[in-house]
T-cell receptor, first 112, second 111 residues
Framework: NAGVTQTPKFRVLKTGQSMTLLCAQDMNHEYMYWYRQDPGMGLRLIHYSVGEGTTAKGEVPDGYNVSRLKKQNFLLGLESAAPSQTSVYFC???????????FGPGTRLTVL | AQSVTQPDIHITVSEGASLELRCNYSYGATPYLFWYVQSPGQGLQLLLK??????LVQGIKGFEAEFKRSQSSFNLRKPSVHWSDAAEYFC?????????FGTGTSLTVIP
């Protein structure tokens, strides 16, 4: 039982490049989330999903797209990276039986 | 709209002293409430949570928090701080579909 995993752990992009962050969970959770964490800002919700095939915008969705084609995976895409998207990205899933979020280890993204 | 306020950006306490970290929220109903701790370069660890029942909840590492509906607060407490408690602490609130996090309180523990 790996919990929530994120790929990659680190990434450096140039402005304008695209990339996809992968989040996977093996707990059969319906809800999944993508957050970004910036110094002094706490975690801010980018997008979330309440189940396979559904996604919704969170607090800071601009510049990001997501997809939930399989229940266990939640992908975060950056179509044209900008320096303002330099951040640490955390994925999470919600356990209905335990009433808590399970977080991945994070992805540190730098956009030059 | 939902919001979470952690009024104290940084707190310094002596080892062995008591600790209280404040969290105030704005939400229409009783939300899920959480406290997390994060060490530098690490992920988030759940300290405790509240969603119903007894308003005083116990968590890991000797932490507790009290939900006060009338004050829209969920303050975190510890009676005796250890040097290993130095970290960043985050309060989070919300319904399951959309959690909001506070901006965090950085805790320094001096010997």
């Amino acid at each position: 039982n790996a919990g929530v995993t994120q790929t990659p752990k680190f990434r450096v992009l140039k402005t304008g490049q695209s990339m996809t962050l992968l989040c996977a969970q093996d707990m059969n959770h319906e809800y999944m989330y993508w957050y970004r964490q910036d110094p002094g800002m706490g975690l801010r919700l980018i997008h979330y999903s309440v189940g396979e095939g559904t996604t919704a915008k969170g607090e800071v969705p601009d510049g990001y797209n997501v997809s939930r084609l399989k229940k266990q995976n939640f992908l975060l895409g950056l179509e044209s990276a900008a320096p303002s998207q330099t951040s640490v990205y955390f994925c999470a899933s919600w356990g209905t039986s335990s009433n808590e979020q399970f977080f991945g280890p994070g992805t540190r993204l730098t956009v030059l | 709209a939902q919001s979470v306020t952690q009024p104290d950006i940084h707190i310094t306490v002596s080892e062995g002293a008591s600790l209280e970290l404040r969290c105030n929220y704005s939400y229409g109903a009783t939300p899920y409430l959480f406290w997390y701790v994060q060490s530098p370069g690490q992920g988030l660890q759940l300290l405790l949570k509240y969603f119903s029942g007894d308003t005083l909840v116990q968590g890991i590492k000797g932490f507790e928090a009290e939900f006060k509906r009338s004050q829209s607060s969920f303050n975190l407490r510890k009676p005796s701080v250890h040097w290993s408690d130095a970290a960043e602490y985050f309060c989070a609130v919300g319904p399951v579909s959309q959690f909001y996090f506070g901006t965090g309180t950085s805790l320094t523990v001096i010997p």
